[in-house]
Structures are given as structure tokens and as C-alpha cells.
């Protein structure tokens, strides 16, 4: 059950707008029954939607349109364009970012120097200033332990559909990018505060994020580990956790070249935000879910001194 965005109404089926991405229920589903944002793509922010058939229909919106910056760009961005697949799946296209990084990344590490290697995908505290890698580091991941990458998109695949569904493709792309960004920053700053030049890769922070979601909106969710061990998914988030804390720590050995910070960061990030989107839109997550893959990030490995994968 959900709240409707425009009359707060409970509603056990509610309707997710692919277009501005807002939950509402059978009264407000129509883009022009909640002032959809998607309106300007047909041209008519009053809602009659043009067939082209009809002369008499008004066109006063030629000149919002055209200060717009989507109708600056020499593809079509309206619902029927070749962007419209995103819509409502940007999960698959962060997964799909993920991989073609990975690729990006074999090419310039094959032909390309280490210096040019860094300065693309990877964030350090050596060049914190270079903020284009705030986010290309989150799709980059190591090319010398392929679990990293195999390990993250697992837990995207299986766990992105869901938080997306409930929050609406922006703001789970603003949530992805947003964890991304502070888990790997938060593990630069906390590298630095122990005298150990670092350098990041890696969306676990992201995706430890999304797993925060999913924890608080029902901690009871089941995931099959491996297809076969049932595990509720607030003991594996916890396990994370612990796991995080001793590692930064110290407490337990040392990080095996895993960023646990950034871990840590986007844990706490992802379960704050559940917090607030369970406070205001009482949503839960389905009961069970099959999940193979050995969690966040892969069962990581070791890594070069001071690098981090996350």
C-alpha cells in the first residue's frame, strides 16, 4: 500500500508515472490529473495531448519548448523517442554504464598510461580535485579481480528493480550516483585521517545503499544466497556492517584492499533514506527474493597498497 503524491489517498495498487516518476492513485494516474513534468514532452502543458489531426488544437507551448534544453539536442527526448527505455529503467542502464566502464577500462589500461588510467576512473586523494572521477569511479572497478564488477552488478540486478519501483526512476538514480559519490569520498577522507594515500573504485558503496533501502522498508525479505540459503536481508546488511566496522577499525586484520568506509558510508546512507521513504510513503518490499553472488562487491581480494574497491 502506498500514498498518493497529490491527495495522500492509500492505495494497494498505485500507479508509478514512468514520466515524472511520482506514485499516485487511480484518480490521479492521468500525467495531466497530477501536472505531470512529462507534459511539455507533448507539447500541451494543459493536458490535450495533440494527434496532428487536428488543426484547432493550440499550440502556444512552441515557445517554452524551445528554451528548453532537451529540444536543443539532435535527438528525439519526448516519450516516443529513443530515450523513452530509460524511463523506468535506470537500473539496467546503470548496469549496462557499469560494464561498458569496465570495458573503457581495458582498453586504456592496455594502451594507455597509468597516469591516464587514474585520472579517467579513478578517485584519490592525491587528485580529490579531478570531480569528473567523483563519478566515473563509481562504474570503474578492477580489472584484475573480475568478482568486483560480477559481484555489484548481482546485487544491482537482483535489488535495483525493486527500490526503483517504489521510488521512482529519478530519485533512485539521484540516490545511486548521490551514495556513489559520498562512499567514495567518505573513503578518501577517512584514508587521509590515518596517513594512507588511497585511490577508489567501485559501486558497492551504491549498492550498499540500496541495500539500506530494502532493509528497513521490510527487514524480513529473504534473500537466497546462491539460490539455496535462505537469509533474511537485515542479517546480511548487518553482517556488512560488522564486517566494515572491524575492518576500519582494525580490530580484525587489515582491509584486504576493500574500501569497508565506503561500505559503511553507503550502508548508512541507504538506511536513512529507507527511514524517510517509509516515514512518508509506507511502502514495503516483497517477501522473498532469489539472489546468487557473493554480496556487495564480490568476495573482494588483494589489492595494491592504498587502493580501495568498493
Known sequence: MAKCDV?????????????????????????????????E??????????????????????????????????????????????????????????????????????????????????????????????????????????????????????????????????????????????????QVVISLAQGVPTAVLGASGAALAIMGVLTVLNPGLKVYLYFIIPVPIWLLTAGYAFLSITFLSGVVGGGGGIAHGAHLVGLVIGLAYGQYVKRNRNLRAPSRLEFGGGGPGGPGGPGGPGRGRF
Open 7 to 39: 491527495c495522500g489517498k492509500d492505495e494497494n495498487m498505485p500507479y508509478n508515472c514512468r514520466h515524472c516518476g511520482g506514485t499516485y492513485c487511480a484518480d490521479h494516474r492521468l500525467p495531466e490529473n497530477h501536472n505531470c513534468t512529462g507534459l
Open 41 to 186: 514532452n507533448w507539447n500541451d502543458p494543459q493536458g490535450v495531448f495533440d494527434s496532428g489531426f487536428d488543426d484547432g488544437v493550440s499550440s502556444s507551448g512552441n515557445t517554452s519548448r524551445a528554451s528548453s534544453l532537451t529540444d536543443k539536442l539532435p535527438i528525439d527526448t519526448g516519450p516516443g523517442g529513443p530515450l523513452a527505455y530509460f524511463r523506468g529503467n535506470a537500473t539496467y542502464t546503470f548496469l549496462a554504464l557499469m560494464w561498458i566502464t569496465f570495458l573503457a577500462q581495458l582498453v586504456v589500461g592496455a594502451f594507455g598510461s597509468p597516469e591516464l588510467y587514474q585520472s579517467l576512473f579513478m578517485l584519490t586523494s592525491w587528485n580529490i580535485e579531478y570531480v569528473w572521477t567523483w563519478v566515473t569511479s563509481i562504474f570503474a572497478h578492477s580489472t584484475s579481480n573480475f568478482m568486483h564488477i560480477v559481484g555489484n552488478s548481482i546485487v544491482l540486478f537482483f535489488f535495483g528493480p525493486l527500490v526503483e519501483r517504489y521510488i521512482g526512476s529519478r530519485d533512485f538514480a539521484i540516490l545511486f550516483i548521490v551514495s556513489g559519490v559520498l562512499a567514495g569520498l567518505g
